[in-house]
Nanobody
Framework: QVQLVESGGGLVQAGGSLRLSCVAS????????MGWYRQAPGKQRESVAT???????NYADSVKGRFTISRDNAKNTVYLQMDGLEPEDTAVYYCNANIWAGASLGRRVYWGQGTQVTVSS
């Protein structure tokens, strides 16, 4: 099994910054795509940012220029640097990973438990 553990969430004032981290652990061979998703109360979960194993990134329009996703392949870790936070960014942020788990299980998608980000006005 594979586990994704997020950290770094918290309460911050508008205009502030937070850095989220997600570490993948368990039995797998490689991670193709890692990303961050968020879900606010009453809303659907949405993609925030993704990054491939080659370093190609994709961002939601709402966070472009403010958030930066990165990864450390040696540590199986993905980061989300969030600057210029706005109250609209308040949500539970989830780590996601597409993982090659071997011939028996193939490629699978895993999710972390989520970390709360609250931005006050």
């Amino acid at each position: 099994q594979v586990q994704l553990v997020e950290s770094g969430g918290g309460l911050v004032q508008a205009g502030g910054s937070l850095r989220l981290s997600c570490v993948a652990s368990g039995s797998f061979f490689s991670i193709n795509v890692m990303g961050w998703y968020r879900q606010a109360p009453g809303k659907q979960r949405e993609s925030v940012a993704t990054i491939t194993s080659g370093g190609n990134t994709n961002y939601a329009d709402s966070v472009k220029g403010r958030f930066t996703i990165s990864r450390d392949n040696a540590k199986n870790t993905v980061y989300l640097q969030m600057d210029g936070l706005e109250p609209e960014d308040t949500a539970v942020y989830y780590c996601n990973a597409n993982i090659w788990a071997g011939a028996s299980l193939g490629r699978r998608v895993y999710w972390g438990q989520g970390t709360q980000v609250t931005v006050s006005s």
